[in-house]
């Protein structure tokens, strides 16, 4: 499955996923839809009621993928031309949050059926590789997913975080005192402070993220902001972009191999 039919699909989805809230929209306040109210069980019969609720069981998931999504269409694109990527797709979903039961082996299953064969990216203690470009997996409570590339000799690093549970103490076990006065956020700093350790491939990554110095931090867009990471004491360097939601802070990092 290519990025297209991925991308298709979420859009169906989502589009679907309105409808059902219309629909229970129209079973809550029929007269808004210029239907007699329904107050008798022929009437609920004609309505097709049942039909409607098991519709609505079945794609909750869906419904609950556009309200915790901190990512919409344009900014995908939008973070895809900050990062000078050809070919680059972000995939949230609510089933892969970090409370759902089995979120890490769902959301690595979906990765072998679309993105790889090979068993071995069904492995949790090995990083996900792709035959060619570079994934990347983060969660949040909110919902999960993952960064994805196919463009070669990319590497990418994706973290996702809640703002309201960033804390200044915790931020700066890891960060510099001008980390923290030049970040636009506490959370800002930290999911980029993640996104670049993971871009970083084996053998170039640090042991530990406090090795990692992210500055260069620059406004782009109504929420977005890019900047720079590099490993201390290193010659290596990732360029990343942050974008800043009401509820979650996303971040992705490219390190381009030399």
């Given at each position: 499955m290519n990025f297209k039919d991925v991308t298709q699909r979420e859009l169906r989805l989502q589009e679907q996923s309105y409808k059902l809230l219309l629909s229970l929209s129209i079973l809550i306040s029929p007269e808004a839809s210029g239907r007699p109210p329904l107050r008798t069980a022929s009437q609920l019969c004609d309505f097709d009621f049942k039909v409607q609720i098991?519709?609505?069981?079945?794609?909750?998931g869906e419904i609950m993928n556009v309200a915790n999504n901190p990512l919409n269409e344009n900014q995908?694109?939008?973070?895809?031309?900050?990062?000078?990527?050809?070919?680059?797709?972000?995939l949230l979903r609510d089933e892969w949050k970090s409370t759902a039961l089995d979120y890490r082996d769902l959301i690595r299953r979906f990765l072998f059926e679309n993105f790889s064969a090979d068993?071995?990216?069904?492995?949790?203690s090995q990083r996900p590789l792709?035959?060619?470009?570079?994934?990347?997996?983060?969660?949040?409570?909110?919902?999960?997913?993952f960064a994805i590339t196919t463009v070669p000799g990319v590497s990418l690093g994706f973290d996702i975080e809640e703002n309201e549970r960033m804390r200044e103490q915790v931020v700066a076990r890891v960060?510099?005192?001008?980390?923290?006065?030049?970040?636009?956020?506490?959370?800002?700093?930290?999911?980029?402070?993640?996104?670049?350790?993971?871009?970083?491939p084996k053998g170039v990554q640090p042991p530990v993220m406090s090795s990692i110095s992210v500055n260069s931090w620059k406004k782009a867009d109504d929420g977005f902001y890019t900047c720079e990471?590099?490993?201390?004491?290193?010659?290596a360097r990732a360029q990343g972009v942050v974008l800043i939601n009401h509820r979650q802070t996303l971040s992705v990092f490219r390190y381009t191999e030399s």
């Open positions: 098991q519709r609505i069981r079945e794609h909750i995908e694109q939008r973070m895809k031309s900050l990062l000078g990527l050809a070919h680059f797709q972000i068993k071995s990216i069904l492995d949790l792709l035959p060619q470009g570079s994934v990347s997996v983060s969660h949040s409570s909110l919902c999960g997913g960060s510099s005192s001008e980390e923290l006065e030049t970040a636009p956020s506490l959370a800002a700093l930290w999911a980029a402070k993640e996104a670049a350790f993971k871009s970083f990471a590099q490993i201390n004491s290193h010659s």
